[in-house]
T-cell receptor, first 112, second 114 residues
């Protein structure tokens, strides 16, 4: 069945780059997303990538997709204290009506 | 830009009571999804609607029902509430337009069952 896995925690020093990794199992996944959730808040869509792309860059965010290994990563350059949050990797099938399957989330903490 | 609106934002109920959560999708979005996020958990899909018809069903208990109305807003009805129903309930919407692939989430309704 569909499954999305992430490591639970990541701690980085302020100013360094953060890399959050994710693996998924559904080879029919067409859209792969990264959502950010701050404590007690909703889900903010950060970025997404089509499965036929290898990379997408958006300001400080870089998404890399290795479709062969079903591996997705989110790199945050120059990590700031405001980046502290839980980051969810998620995947969705081809149909725009498809539900989103979320990973367990990676809690990113920033050290001064 | 308009976002997904959910009401109420917070709700406190007692066991065995009923609750109704409302969702107003982004204008011109025709598909609505409901997700449940328990404490420390990832969001789990409950149910979705397209053009007022149920389009997919996930792990939604039989005690819950939902519908989408002609103005595309949706309501999630929860009966015989249990302590384990305490969670953050998200609504999301998107357009069927294949050029628009984002699924936008509302701020959520935090339901606490005492």
């Amino acid at each position: 069945g569909e499954d999305v896995e992430q490591s639970l925690f990541l701690s980085v020093r302020e100013g360094d780059s953060s890399v959050i990794n994710c693996t998924y199992t559904d080879s029919s996944s067409t859209y792969l997303y990264w959502y950010k959730q701050e404590p007690g808040a909703g889900l903010q869509l950060l970025t997404y990538i089509f499965s036929n792309m290898d990379m997408k860059q958006d300001q400080r965010l870089t998404v890399l997709l290795n479709k062969k290994d079903k591996h997705l990563s989110l790199r945050i350059a120059d990590t700031q204290t405001g980046d502290s949050a839980i980051y969810f990797c998620a995947e969705r099938g081809y149909s725009s009506a498809s539900k989103i399957i979320f990973g367990s989330g990676t809690r990113l903490s920033i050290r001064p | 830009a308009a976002g997904v609106i959910q009401s109420p934002r917070h709700l406190i109920k007692e066991k065995r009571e009923t609750a109704t959560l409302k969702c107003y999708p982004i204008p011109r979005h025709d598909t609505v999804y409901w997700y449940q996020q328990g404490p420390g958990q990832d969001p789990q899909f409950l149910i979705s609607f397209y053009e007022k018809m149920q389009s997919d069903k996930g792990s939604i208990p039989d005690r819950f029902s939902a519908q989408q109305f002609s103005d595309y807003h949706s309501e999630l009805n929860m009966s015989s509430l249990e302590l384990g129903d305490s969670a953050l309930y998200f609504c999301a919407s998107n357009s069927r337009d294949p050029r628009r692939n984002e699924q936008f989430f509302g701020p959520g309704t935090r339901l606490t069952v005492l």
